[in-house]
């Protein structure tokens, strides 16, 4: 069963679903995605057993997952809890930390205007990014050279932040020019078992937005591999992760790697994960959702 906003009525994906229904009905489009209750209503009256997300809209939307278990529908992707807990990456960092998983150095409150700002970032180091906590995309990211441009660029960022994310929650982090950015594709299933399917490389990027995903990543030793995906999988089992997600690390010139930030959903580029291990992600989504054992 699928479901579709009026302007994709002709599409591939309704013409090959044994079912379709319209989303809710909202002045833009896609808003209709955005529908919590909505959505979920479609799902009981038309009595499906599951809902995936997909990768965009309300797929990262811890109350998306609660409202469909609370109506009898199985979400297809981590408990609300666990997308909760790493929805916010400042916390996220922190959780991570404390797992013993490799994380820059940075601020762990909220950069709320208190008169230590500029001392916090003078003890991470100059130079030094700004982020959004609750953000994505490159959405309230700068980087800081130094203390004469902090005031400016707190105030930018927090201000892209709220109109973007309804949050303006910052926190600073060590920059690492030149570092590499790569991720590890991990799945879990409901009874504590957890794996990784390799990494991905993806920094070729333009505006903090991925062009080019590369698998397995290129100029990676075996051992190097080796530590970055077990880091993956000592943060899924820490924080209880099931179902398909993404663990982002940065790798710096000299091959150290940190954490990044979560990604509680399937990515769009696991494609390429698919094509180089033979899994289907999806099903295997579908499988452990139904409570199958990997």
Do not use: W
């Not at 109506?71 to 797992?99: C, D, H, Q, W, Y």
């Not at 180091?125 to 050279?145: D, Q, T």
């Not at 790697?257 to 990515?267: A, I, S």
């Amino acid at each position: 069963m699928a479901v579709y906003s009026r302007i994709e009525k002709s599409s591939l994906q309704v013409e090959m679903a044994d079912e379709a229904y319209p989303v809710p009905e909202h002045e833009m489009p896609g808003y209709g995605y955005l529908d919590i209750a909505g959505l979920v209503a479609i799902g009981a009256k038309a009595g499906v057993d599951a809902i995936h997300p997909g990768y965009g809209f309300l797929s990262e939307n811890p109350n998306f997952a609660r409202a469909s278990v609370e109506a009898g529908i199985a979400f297809i992707g981590p408990p609300a809890e666990v997308i909760s807990s790493m929805a916010n990456k400042r916390e996220a960092r922190e959780t991570l930390r404390g797992l013993g998983v490799p994380v820059l150095s940075g601020t762990s409150g909220s950069l709320d205007g208190s008169a230590d700002i500029e001392e916090q970032a003078q003890a991470i180091g100059y130079p030094v990014m700004v982020k959004a906590s609750e953000g994505g995309g490159g959405i309230g990211l700068g980087i800081i050279p130094g203390p004469e441009r902090l005031s400016r660029a707190l105030r930018r960022a927090g201000s892209a932040s709220n109109r973007a994310f309804g949050s303006d929650d910052l926190y600073l982090e060590k920059y690492i020019p030149d570092a590499r950015h790569v991720e590890v594709q991990v799945l879990g299933d409901k009874h504590g078992n957890v794996i990784h399917l390799f990494e991905r490389e993806c920094s070729v990027q333009r505006r903090h937005q991925k062009l080019i995903e590369e698998t397995p990543a290129p100029l990676f030793s075996n051992s190097q591999r080796a530590a970055i995906t077990e880091a993956a999988l000592t943060a899924a089992r820490g924080i209880g992760y099931q179902n398909a997600g993404t663990f982002e690390f940065l790798v710096d010139p000299d091959g150290k790697f940190y954490f990044l930030e979560t990604n509680t959903r399937l990515q769009v580029e696991h494609g390429i994960t698919e094509m180089t291990t033979g899994f289907d992600l999806v099903e295997q989504q579908i499988r452990v959702a139904s409570g199958e054992p990997l």
